[in-house]
């Protein structure tokens, strides 16, 4: 079992930027990369960045250049930096392990003025 908390998203006016966190815990000695996916209402989920172990990353085009994905792999964590942030980015934001299909729970981004 893997379990994922993610933490950091809210209410940000166009323009602004956030960090959201992905706490991972449990057995992950086998998982190697991680990823986040967004869901706004009324759309499917999508992915918006995924890391590997190694740091080889991926984004979705409607984010590149403003979001930066990394990893802390003492700390079992992965971060989405989130910058130039607009209204279309609001969306509730999921944490998951790839190949695996381990989620959290979400934490809500809202870009808003």
């Known amino acids: 079992q893997v379990q994922l908390v993610e933490s950091g998203g809210g209410l940000v006016q166009p323009g602004g930027s956030l960090r959201l966190s992905c706490a991972a815990s449990g057995r992950i000695s086998s998982i190697n990369a991680m990823a986040w996916y967004r869901q706004a209402p009324g759309k499917q989920r999508e992915l918006v960045a995924q890391?590997?172990?190694?740091?080889?990353?991926i984004y979705t085009d409607s984010v590149k250049g403003r979001f930066t994905i990394s990893r802390d792999n003492a700390k079992n964590t992965v971060y989405l930096q989130m910058n130039s942030l607009k209204p279309e980015d609001t969306a509730l934001y999921y944490c998951t392990t790839v190949g695996y299909n381990y989620w959290g729970q979400g934490t809500q981004v809202t870009v808003s003025s």
């Open positions: 890391i590997t172990r190694g740091g080889s990353t």
